[in-house]
């Protein structure tokens, strides 16, 4: 089990470099903010590996915690990137975005 | 957005604390109360339901007009084709992303028969995590969902994908009968019912 | 041996796919052309790597107290990647950022300019 425990967090720290190379790239504000949301995920898996190679369950509420909130920094770059000159500028009127939605 | 007063589509107010407390949402944040403490013991029940309560004053939502019915066949069913598909778009996408040919998409609008906001979220939620397909836009007054599918290789794989998605709407509706006969263009919906 | 050899052997085998499919996940991040391409990466095998991880966990763990917490993960997970894909998906595709050259079809741009009445979403 321990084995196949290390084998996992291996590829997840993996995966975790290729996130932070895309952060890194991205070219747009909303690219990074995806990528983090997928780094949210990957931390998950990561504190998951660890409960089940310690045995313990103290760090369950984080898992809640970060599976319940990891989406509000996505939703909340996305909901006011428009006033960001990240974006393309240009190609969307500013009414659209800060209307009612 | 006024914290007294919620507008409605027709463009009418009503308050919005009216129906606040919902049984179906205290239940539900019962639940996961007791899941978060991991025990149930009369005292957590008692404090759980508080808070519930406490939850839906502060943080009132319009009231879900969920069904007559729910119909637990058709719901089961719903859930596991739901869960098969899931998987299933997992590998996909796993296929699509790993190999090496570029991707092409499509940007789909798919009208809903379904007037009710609550089927249109579902609908619309089930359809994100479900083979090929984002919802990038959404408008209530016309039904419509606009959804980004992943890997559409000719204009006949689009509209077997807007099929998939009227059927799945159509597993939806099955599960979870509105009260209010579905739309006008949908006259064969009383013969669901013997299905 | 006992029945728990059965059980640990399937936990192992749902954590590592859980880890190789977040794996698949990052990749796309990487590979992928455009923002909601790299989305649909983003939403579905990463979250059934999740699911799977936690699943893998709750057969290690074995502990009744624990279940309900997960299963309220994957619940959360399942809704929660839903709002943000569509958040940011919505406010890519009306910033412009769509390659148009990787659309077969484009059902919303080729309609015409629609006005929203009062009080939609």
New interface residues.
Partial sequence: ?NV??A???G??L???L??V??MTLGP?I??R???L??LV??T??AI??Y??SS?S?YA??V??VL??C??VS??S???Y??RSDD??PG??DDE??TG?? | MSPVLRTRRDGSTRPARHRAVQPLAVLWLTLVWLAMWGEVTPLLVIGGVLVAVLVCLAFPLPPIDLASGVRPLALARLVGRFLVDVVRASFQVSGVVLRRRPVRNAVVAVDLESSSDFVMTLVASMLSLIPGSVVVEARRSTHTLYLHVLDVPDAASVEAFRRDALDLEQRVLRALPPDAPVAPHAPDAPEEVGR | MSWTTPVDVLAAVCILLGAVLTLIAAIGQVRMPDLLSRMHAATKPQVLGTVLVVIGLSLSLRDPAVVGMLLLVVLLQMATSVVSSHMVGRASFRAGQVRDDLLVVDELSDGDAHEEPRGAP
Avoid: E, K, N
Wanted: charge should be positive; hydrophobic fraction near 65%.
């Fill in positions: 089990m196949v425990l084998v996992a967090a590829i997840l993996v995966a975790a290729l996130l190379v895309r747009t909303l690219d903010s995806v990528a949301d997928v995920a990957v998950v898996c998951a590996l409960s089940a045995g369950t369950l509420p898992l809640v599976a319940g990891g989406f996505a939703v770059v996305a909901r990137a428009s974006l393309r190609t969307g659209r975005f009612r939605s």
